[in-house]
């Protein structure tokens, strides 16, 4: 859709969206609808960024993200508006385990990220001592926790290390490959957050999360997966915004950005494209590097944010091997506590989480394991076959399997989770607030208000929303520009030569 073709209620302007992630799509969604006019530009071949699907033994499966919390509503309602509503599946067992203290033992409920509300549920996962340290919780005199504190230090001060290391790391750990010792509780657990402010042992506080919970009487599935993978929602959400007259450009890495008189220009290596506004969608360390000559503020805060890597080693068995194997019955999967020392830090049973994988393959059992977290990422450098070999490994003691693999995909994701640490929350506010003072730029993605996908969907959203009304406040697109942070007048859509722009021109993308 050209400007001047745009109907008189459509927003004016362009706005230009950089990255093709989860949160890049969702933001180009919701601009797409109010008809304002929309470029998405992502660096690598292919829309999805953490969400890919990809075959082990023919069948389609995920290799990266594989579900959604629809507890919150944002990302199961973009799939929903993507046509997708009917694919949507919940998981068909959700009896998680955790390999802990030398067996599989089921992952006891009424727990908030892995810090009980009673006591009475932990008597297989922990130790008579780590059960005896629990009820000592009431004696103790308050922890402070301030502006923010650590999950793990304060629940190992209330609660004893034990319940740290059996159950907040493997849960909290398995969403940000992270560690609980440093991570957030304001940022990652902000209802606890909010429940231990409230004082009291942190049991009760627990309980009162528990009991809200309960009152607000939700129904429904806690998650929801995507038959044939989540990793297809990009491409549903992608067909969306062409459909809504956007326009998506793939292999096409943004290399600068610099204000100008009217807006922005978008350095690519092809071309320079001018914009009225910009959702900046990618990770922290592109961002970084994108906004260091008009931020440098922002840049320096997300320069900061630092990331874990991890491994997924997908593996498909032929399922008369496996049929002896009870252990592999009728569980979603388990987690690992990394106190124990194993290498792979959980694994998901995909063919019992999820029907539509049994359904692809009938006669195979596909499976998945973690490797790599926060500060322990020399793992997933090793090569494809030890990978494999380590996760048979410690399949076999955790399971008892011995049966070999049919085929096998190991999938690295280097920079795959943003950490949280403690003031995550206040550097994400001064990222913000560094570029509140650009005109018509905002970010949104993983690194700022949750790493799950609606979390990801939500701040696409509230970075659309801002957008749509610095363009609406200013539809001259007047920005200040610094003209000598340029070296070429841009005017016009598309110039085609590629602008030099100084201090801006290192390499972007993952
Ligand atoms: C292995 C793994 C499993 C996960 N499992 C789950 C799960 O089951 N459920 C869940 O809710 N969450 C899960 N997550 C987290 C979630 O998938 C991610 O946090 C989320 O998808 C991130 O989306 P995003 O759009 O912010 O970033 P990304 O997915 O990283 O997308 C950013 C995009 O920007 C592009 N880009 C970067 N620089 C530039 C540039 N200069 N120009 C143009 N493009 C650029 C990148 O190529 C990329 O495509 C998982 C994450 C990982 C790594």
């Known amino acids: 859709m050209q400007r001047s073709q745009q109907r008189a209620d459509t927003p004016p302007g362009h ?26 530009l992502e660096a690598t071949d292919r829309l999805g960024g953490k969400l890919m699907t990809g075959e082990i033994a023919g069948v389609q499966v995920d290799l990266g993200a594989e579900s959604m919390l629809a507890r919150r509503p944002e990302a199961v309602a973009l799939a929903e508006e993507v046509g997708l509503a009917d694919r949507l599946q919940p998981p068909a067992t959700a009896t998680a ?7 599989l033992r089921p992952m006891p409920k009424g727990h908030v ?91 009760d506080a627990v309980r009162r ?70 959702v900046l969608a990618a990770p ?26 991890m491994a997924l080693v997908t593996l498909a068995f032929r399922r008369a091997d496996i049929e002896a194997h009870t252990a592999l019955r009728g569980r979603s999967g388990f987690l690992v506590p990394p106190v124990d020392g194993h290498t792979i830090k959980a694994s998901t ?25 926060y500060g322990e990422e020399d793992h997933i450098h090793r090569e494809d076959g030890e990978l494999v070999a380590v996760s048979l490994r410690d399949l076999a003691a955790a399971t008892g399997l011995t049966a070999r693999p049919v085929d096998t995909e190991v999938t690295r994701w280097i920079g795959g989770l943003p950490q949280y640490p403690v003031g995550h929350l206040a550097r994400v506010a001064r990222i913000r607030d560094a570029v509140a003072g650009l005109p ?44 000598a942070r340029i070296d070429g007048e841009i005017a016009g859509e598309i110039i085609a030569t590629p602008t030099r722009v100084r201090g801006t021109g290192s390499e972007a993308g993952q």
């Not at 385990?97 to 067996?103: F, Q």
């Not at 292999?251 to 320079?272: C, K, Q």
């Not at 609606?454 to 539809?475: G, K, Q």
Request: aromatic share 4%.
């Open 15 to 40: 706005v230009v969206v950089i990255g093709g992630g989860i949160a890049g799509l969702a933001a180009a969604h919701r601009l797409v609808a109010t008809g304002v006019r929309v470029t998405l």
């Open 97 to 103: 385990s955790l390999w802990t203290r030398d067996a």
């Open 113 to 203: 990220m892995g810090v009980p509300g009673d006591p009475a549920v932990l008597g297989e996962v922990l130790s008579p001592e780590g059960l005896a340290r629990i009820a000592e919780e009431r004696d103790l005199t308050p922890t402070a926790v301030g502006d923010d504190v650590a999950v793990g230090a304060y629940v190992a001060d209330r609660l004893g290390r034990e319940v740290v290391d059996r159950l907040v790391e493997p849960l909290l750990g398995g969403v940000y490959a992270g560690d609980a010792y440093r991570i957030s509780m304001r940022a990652a657990v902000p209802q606890l957050f909010d429940a231990v402010q409230e004082g009291g042992p942190l049991l």
């Open 209 to 278: 999360i528990q009991e809200r919970a309960a009152a607000r009487q939700q129904t429904g599935p806690v998650f929801q997966g995507i038959a044939g993978g989540i990793g297809t929602l990009p491409a549903a959400v992608g067909d969306a915004v062409r459909a809504g007259g956007g326009e998506i450009l793939t292999a096409t890495p943004v290399l600068g950005l610099t204000r100008t008189e009217s807006g922005w220009a978008v350095r690519t290596d092809a071309r320079t494209i001018a914009a009225d506004g910009v």
């Open 284 to 309: 922290a360390w592109s961002a970084a590097t994108l906004l260091a000559a008009e931020s440098p503020a922002a840049s320096a805060e997300l320069s900061g944010v630092e990331y874990a890597s």
């Open 349 to 373: 049973f995909s063919s019992n989480k999820w029907q539509w994988v049994a359904d692809a393959a009938p006669d195979l059992f596909v499976l998945r394991t973690s490797v790599g977290r």
């Open 440 to 483: 018509a730029l905002r970010v949104c993605g993983a690194v700022y208000d949750g790493v799950g996908i609606p979390a990801c969907v939500a701040s696409a959203h509230r970075a659309a929303d801002e957008i749509l009304r610095d363009l609406a406040e200013n539809p001259g697109g007047s920005t200040g520009m610094n003209p």
